[in-house]
C-alpha cells in the first residue's frame, strides 16, 4: 500500500493478486493528508482484503479444524507435544538461546538436559509450560496473566525482573521505547484497544496488530519479543486457527517487519502465514 500524488491530489494505492491476475484499488484522500491517515490506511487496507485474502484464512481455518477433528485423541497429544517443542525453539533461539531444536525435543519430551547453559534450560522447560497452558486453556488476555507468563518465563534466571513491567528506559536498535514512567497506563490503553478489537477485527489481523503494538511498547526488560509471541498463539487458538510459528531461520525479515509500520507488518504476517498453511488451500 503506497500514498500516491497526482496533479497536487493525494491517493491510497494497492495492489494484490486475484484470479490469478494482479488487481488494483484506489482511494481518493483529498488536497491534504488528514491527521487520521494511518486509520484512513488501516480501513482501505481491509476492504481491500475482503475482496480475497480474508477469504483465504478463513478457508486455512475451515480446513484444519476438519483436519484436526478427525485425529485421535493420542495423536493430537503428540501434535501438540510436538507444536511446543517448535514453538519454544523457534521463539527462544531468535532471543539468543543456544539450545538447538533437536536438544529442545529431547529436553521436553525425554528430559534429558542438553550441557548448555542452565539459564537456556530453565528457559526452555518454563516457555514449554507456558505454551501447552496457552494451548489447553481458554484463559481471557489480562495485564495479570501477561505479568504471570513473563514471571513463570523468568522466575528462575532473572527473579530481579521476573514479572514486573520495567521500571528503566531502553532502546531497540534506533527505536526508543516509551518512557517506563508511562507505561502503567500505556498498558492499560494496550488492554482497552484490545477488548475494544478482539471481536471486530479478524482474528489474524488482531493477533498481527496485537504483537506489533505490544512490541513497540516493549514493557519488559527482557523477554518482550516471547511474551509478544505468546499473544499470537493465544489469539489464534481462541479463534481455532493454526498457530504460527516465527522461524529462527527468518527471524530477519521479521525483525525487518517491526521495524516498519504496523500496516507494514500487518500484511508481512498475510504473507507469512498464507504461504505456511498454502497446503490448507489447495485440498
Known sequence: MKIVTRNNFYYLGYSFRKDGKVAYRERYIGKTL???????????????????????????????QKEWKRLPESIKKKEILDLSVKFTYNTNAIEGSTITEDETDDLLKRKISPNKPIEDVKETINHAKIFLRVFNENNEL???????????????????????????????????????QDLEQIMKDFMLWYN????????????????????????????????????????????????????????????????????????????????????????
Not at 34 to 45: Q, T
Not at 146 to 171: C, M, P, Q
Open 34 to 64: 488528514p491527521e487520521n491517515i494511518e486509520e484512513i490506511k488501516e480501513a482501505f487496507l481491509r476492504k481491500c482484503l475482503q475482496e480475497t485474502v480474508i477469504k483465504k484464512l478463513n478457508r486455512i481455518r475451515d480446513e484444519f
Open 142 to 180: 489480562s495485564l495479570g496473566l501477561l505479568l504471570d507468563w513473563h514471571k513463570e518465563l523468568f522466575e528462575e534466571t532473572k527473579h530481579d525482573i521476573a514479572g514486573n513491567w520495567r521500571d528503566y528506559s531502553v532502546s531497540v536498535g534506533y527505536y526508543r521505547a516509551p518512557d517506563w
Open 196 to 283: 475494544k478489537n478482539k471481536r471486530v477485527l479478524h482474528p489474524i489481523e488482531f493477533a498481527a496488530r496485537a504483537h506489533y503494538k505490544f512490541e513497540k511498547i516493549h514493557p519488559f526488560g527482557d523477554g518482550n519479543g516471547r511474551v509478544g509471541r505468546l499473544i499470537i498463539a493465544h489469539i489464534l487458538k481462541k479463534n481455532r486457527f493454526p498457530l504460527l510459528v516465527v522461524k529462527y531461520k527468518k527471524r530477519k525479515a521479521y525483525y525487518h517487519a517491526l521495524e516498519k509500520d504496523e500496516n507494514y507488518f500487518f500484511n508481512y504476517i498475510i504473507r507469512r502465514y498464507i504461504n505456511e498453511f498454502k497446503r490448507y488451500l489447495e485440498k
